[in-house]
């Protein structure tokens, strides 16, 4: 059972990672797009400004999803019988990293959140 309990945990934090891992990269590149977008609109027109305003539905699609997915992470860490020693370690860096996708990481929202959360009306 020991180890059943490791190998779902560490697909879970595989899963995790690469999601992580591809909004950073994803992060960088829009950021580079922006920044060189921005550049050619200040050019053309210098009194241009950018902002952009979550709505109130989305932030509490947002909030909802951060918090059952803390759980089921909380959740799955502790229920486990392995990593002992280590499971407020990896609380942590699971929050670390859920936070920053949820509140900080526009790509992981608007390319894979959002497009979830328009599935799930669907249904």
Known sequence: MK??????????H?????????????QIRTNYRKDRERNR??????SADLSIHR?????????????????IFSLAIECSDCL????????LIDFSILSYLFYFN???RNS????????MKKV
């Open 84 to 91: 002992v020693g280590f499971k407020s370690a990896l609380i």
């Open 14 to 26: 595989l899963i995790l990672l690469v999601l992580f891992f591809q909004s950073i990269l994803a």
């Open 106 to 108: 526009s790509w992981f």
């Open 41 to 46: 609109m200040t050019t053309d027109n210098p």
């Open 55 to 71: 709505g109130e539905q989305s932030m509490n699609a947002i909030y909802v999803f951060y918090g059952a997915s803390t759980v």
């Open 3 to 12: 180890y059943a309990d490791l190998i779902a945990l560490s697909i879970l």
């Open 112 to 119: 894979f959140l959002f497009p979830v959360i328009e599935k």
